[in-house]
């Protein structure tokens, strides 16, 4: 998994390639640790090159969105890929997260 980290004029955007599971979750976490401490907002995580994420990293998503929301913030989702949609959808987070088609919806 590879997270590039990209300024935004308002916010940040965390580009996030490959798998996401319990190897790799704890590089995506200390990335948008990063963006927390400094009160990003909105945090936008591009997700359209992730084909997979188990239970440990919409864990660490479900961390993001808790903490965003501490200091008013906003955590949004992009690009799900259609499996990863589907993971959303079984596990109810569908509407609980801000997931939006594409990057540029989202960095609006």
């Not at 994420?53 to 501490?70: H, K, M, P, W």
């Not at 949609?85 to 109810?92: E, G």
Request: net charge positive; glycine share 8%.
């Amino acid at each position: 998994m590879n997270v590039t980290v990209e300024a935004l004029q308002k916010g940040v955007l965390l580009v996030v390639e490959g798998q996401v599971d319990m190897h790799t979750s704890p590089e995506l976490r200390a990335k948008l640790r990063e963006s927390l401490e400094r009160k990003a907002n909105p945090i936008v995580a591009d997700l359209t090159k992730v084909g997979f994420i188990d239970s440990s990293g919409l864990a660490t998503l479900i961390e993001a969105l808790q903490a965003v929301g501490r200091y008013g913030g906003r955590l949004r989702l992009c690009g799900l890929q259609p499996a990863v949609r589907n993971l959303f959808k079984l596990s109810n987070l569908i509407s609980i997260f801000d997931i939006r088609e594409t990057r540029e919806d989202a960095t609006k």
